[in-house]
């Protein structure tokens, strides 16, 4: 019978790629928002700058910790790595929002959630690694 799902070390490179990839993406709606003169672009690059340098930093922070395929992440990495993923989405929203209104309070809550959600998805990806066997 074939494999119907890839092991799970695949799938956490898909994760430790998918998670920056939304996060670049929705850092890059702010500069799309100042070009279309929505934002201006000083706010485009508070909100951009931040989501695409937390991006990087997650990137290479899930390849620093792979360790391949011959070892399987444990059993609860899908939990340890959830608070992380939740407040990185919280950011990319901000973003998104951010592209559209200059509302005051977008800045500071998405500077505290691209910083305490890359703290907590790093973390965990370094745990997960760490704990693979």
Do not use: K
Request: with cysteine; proline share 8%.
């Amino acid at each position: 019978m074939p494999e119907v799902l890839p092991h799970a070390s695949r799938l956490l490179r898909l994760l430790g790629f998918a998670v920056p990839a939304a996060l670049t993406l929705a850092g890059v709606q702010p500069i799309l928002g100042a070009a279309t003169g929505s934002v201006g672009p000083a706010w485009a690059a508070q909100l951009a700058a931040p989501a695409i340098a937390a991006a990087a930093i997650l990137f290479f922070a899930a390849r620093r910790f792979d360790r391949g395929d011959g070892v399987q992440p444990p059993w609860y990495a899908a939990w340890l790595l959830l608070p992380g993923a939740f407040l990185l989405a919280g950011a990319a929203s901000m973003c998104i929002f951010g592209a559209l209104v200059e509302f005051p309070v977008i800045v500071p809550t998405m500077w505290a959630l691209v910083v305490v959600g890359t703290a907590a998805w790093a973390v965990a990806m370094g745990l997960v690694g760490r704990a693979s066997r």
